[in-house]
């Protein structure tokens, strides 16, 4: 299985297309699709359904599709790796997953420490749900993860940030609950709810207890600043952190935090047994001197 093979096979999964795909990447189309039915052959299943108009992922094509991208980037960052290698002064590229949290703030102070005495090292953030941001960390894909939620500690290394995020509602000023000092679970039985999926399984229930059946989760989402949007439109009440929505005087918004209260530790996890680069190493040994200092 080659890397280039891979990579026509994910250009036509994403476009659809075996001849536009073939466009995109310079070869001609009877090459692109005597490749991909080369690959199937060499899998032994069918990757695509084919019609008169476009080609569709099969089951199989579309466990191939999200294990190629990973396979394509562990193979990009490994060539990149290995260039920083061969250079004299400390270079690379650091991935970094990371949660949204005011509180990633020491990331900032970490970056710009080192961007005085190691100004050619690059650094890559990414967002993710920590199910899938931990499984690409322990393929080697990420360098770091800062996640809100416990890990396994036999599999990775670990560093507590020494803070913690406040969780609350944000809604409208004119909102029904906005009057309140504090929203408790009884406030939010049958209101319009949005959250993340992944607050949705582990800590909404751990807060509303016996009345998490009767929550009315209207959307669930990833990013904090679609769900301002949403609650600014009175699509419903968004539980999140505090500090990653504009509540200032000026917006429309506020936040209300939640009673009983209810924080999130954060913390910068590692695979154990993880080889870096010089560029990782510096970077931790910076992260425990702005974390731990």
Same mark, same amino acid.
């Given at each position: 299985?080659?890397?280039?093979?891979l990579?026509?096979?994910?250009?036509?999964?994403?476009?659809?297309?075996?001849?536009k795909?073939?466009?995109n990447?310079?070869?001609?189309?009877?090459?692109?699709?005597?490749q991909?039915k080369?690959l199937?052959?060499?899998?032994?299943e069918?990757?695509?359904e084919r019609?008169n108009?476009?080609i569709?992922?099969?089951?199989?094509g579309?466990?191939?599709?999200?294990?190629?991208?990973?396979?394509?980037?562990?193979?990009?960052?490994?060539l990149?790796?290995f260039?920083?290698?061969?250079?004299d002064?400390?270079?690379g590229?650091i991935?970094?997953?990371?949660?949204?949290?005011?509180?990633?703030?020491f990331l900032?102070?970490?970056?710009?420490?080192?961007?005085?005495?190691?100004?050619?090292?690059?650094?890559h953030l990414y967002?993710?749900?920590?199910?899938?941001?931990?499984?690409?960390l322990?393929?080697?894909l990420?360098?770091?993860?800062?996640?809100?939620?416990?890990?396994?500690?036999?599999?990775?290394?670990?560093?507590?940030?020494?803070?913690?995020?406040r969780?609350?509602?944000v809604?409208r000023r004119?909102?029904?609950?906005?009057?309140?000092?504090?929203?408790?679970?009884k406030?939010?039985?049958d209101?319009?709810?949005m959250?993340?999926? /992944?607050?949705?399984?582990?800590?909404?229930p751990k807060?509303?207890?016996d009345?998490?059946?009767r929550?009315?989760?209207?959307?669930?989402?990833?990013?904090?600043?679609?769900?301002?949007?949403?609650?600014?439109?009175?699509?419903?009440y968004l539980?999140?952190?505090e500090?990653?929505v504009?509540t200032?005087?000026?917006?429309?918004?506020?936040f209300?935090?939640?009673?009983?209260e209810?924080?999130?530790?954060?913390?910068?996890v590692w695979?154990?047994? /993880? /080889?870096?680069?010089k560029?990782?190493?510096?970077?931790?040994?910076?992260?425990?001197?702005?974390?731990e200092?």
């Amino acid at each position: 299985m080659e890397l280039r093979v891979l990579k026509y096979f994910l250009e036509a999964a994403r476009c659809a297309n075996i001849t536009k795909a073939a466009e995109n990447l310079n070869v001609t189309q009877p090459t692109m699709s005597r490749q991909i039915k080369d690959l199937e052959w060499e899998l032994g299943e069918k990757l695509f359904e084919r019609t008169n108009y476009a080609i569709k992922l099969t089951p199989a094509g579309e466990l191939l599709r999200d294990r190629a991208e990973d396979i394509l980037s562990m193979a990009d960052k490994t060539l990149l790796d290995f260039k920083a290698l061969k250079e004299d002064e400390i270079t690379g590229n650091i991935a970094i997953a990371c949660a949204e949290s005011k509180n990633i703030s020491f990331l900032a102070k970490c970056i710009n420490h080192l961007k005085t005495v190691h100004p050619k090292i690059k650094y890559h953030l990414y967002a993710g749900d920590s199910e899938r941001v931990l499984e690409k960390l322990d393929k080697g894909l990420f360098d770091f993860a800062v996640i809100v939620e416990n890990v396994d500690l036999e599999k990775f290394n670990c560093l507590t940030v020494h803070a913690v995020d406040r969780w609350g509602v944000v809604m409208r000023r004119d909102a029904e609950l906005a009057d309140r000092d504090f929203i408790e679970p009884k406030d939010l039985i049958d209101k319009p709810i949005m959250i993340s999926r /992944q607050s949705l399984a582990a800590d909404l229930p751990k807060w509303m207890g016996d009345d998490i059946s009767r929550v009315n989760v209207v959307a669930t989402l990833d990013l904090t600043y679609n769900g301002s949007v949403l609650a600014r439109e009175r699509t419903g009440y968004l539980l999140t952190f505090e500090g990653l929505v504009d509540t200032s005087a000026e917006s429309p918004l506020c936040f209300k935090p939640l009673m009983p209260e209810l924080t999130t530790a954060m913390y910068v996890v590692w695979r154990r047994g /993880q /080889q870096f680069t010089k560029a990782a190493d510096v970077f931790l040994e910076e992260m425990k001197r702005v974390i731990e200092g």
